[in-house]
T-cell receptor, first 115, second 113 residues
Framework: GAGVSQSPRYKVAKRGQDVALRCDPI?????LFWYQQALGQGPEFLTY????????KSGLPSDRFFAERPEGSVSTLKIQRTQQEDSAVYLC?????????????FGPGTRLLVL | QKEVEQNSGPLSVPEGAIASLNCTYS??????FFWYRQYSGKSPELIMS????GDKEDGRFTAQLNKASQYVSLLIRDSQPSDSATYLC?????????????FGSGTRLQVQP
């Protein structure tokens, strides 16, 4: 079946511009995660949804970052007033969400460059 | 101290050799451990998961977990040039409702033909 998809794959934004990144999880996956990966680093957790409920947003770096998943499927990560330090790859992952240890499956990522 | 530590490498091994990748973690209550492979410019891909002490083998890959030492490793037997990638160790930390993964910075593996 189809994996996790993300769009756009690349985004160039001018500093101060707002951006919206989309994630389409694997069908039937209840859990959805957003991670940020800087060059040469491992992914860092941003936020987590169980269905439409945002259960953990402890990793969001500032109030400029906002995520939603209104119908429990597609999710959008929005970054307002982008800064150069926001340049990174934004990865979305999904998992079944049945409880216990689970494998997270990653999408291809959105590479954001803020000029 | 980072929560998940890996040697950044590069770790260079000849084709056909065993590659040994190591990872230590700080949260003693961690329950789930994962190894992901990431090719340059691509997203992480799960290689192995391990949840209990000991060894777990899958083809050419063996994951080893020692919770007492807070240590997890990945062995790749008969290394191939196609194994050249960055290997990320990921840990699911303890805590009710915590499902996020904490990743190390990754070890870059180079398999020389």
């Amino acid at each position: 079946g189809a994996g996790v998809s993300q769009s756009p794959r690349y985004k160039v934004a001018k500093r101060g511009q707002d951006v919206a990144l989309r994630c389409d999880p694997i069908s039937g996956h209840v859990s959805l995660f957003w991670y940020q990966q800087a060059l040469g680093q491992g992914p860092e957790f941003l936020t987590y949804f169980q269905n439409e409920a945002q259960l953990d947003k402890s990793g969001l770096p500032s109030d400029r970052f906002f995520a939603e998943r209104p119908e429990g499927s597609v999710s959008t990560l929005k970054i307002q007033r982008t800064q150069q330090e926001d340049s990174a790859v934004y990865l979305c992952a999904s998992s079944l969400g049945q409880g216990g240890p689970e494998t997270q499956y990653f999408g291809p990522g959105t590479r954001l460059l803020v000029l | 101290q980072k929560e998940v530590e890996q040697n950044s490498g590069p770790l260079s091994v000849p084709e056909g050799a065993i590659a040994s990748l190591n990872c230590t973690y700080s949260d003693r209550g961690s329950q789930s451990f994962f190894w992901y492979r990431q090719y340059s410019g691509k997203s992480p891909e799960l290689i192995m998961s391990i949840y209990s002490n000991g060894d777990k083998e899958d083809g050419r890959f063996t994951a080893q977990l020692n919770k007492a030492s807070q240590y997890v490793s990945l062995l790749i037997r008969d290394s191939q040039p196609s194994d050249s990638a960055t290997y990320l160790c990921a840990v699911n930390p303890s805590g009710t409702g915590r499902r996020a993964l904490t990743f190390g910075s990754g070890t870059r593996l180079q398999v020389q033909p």
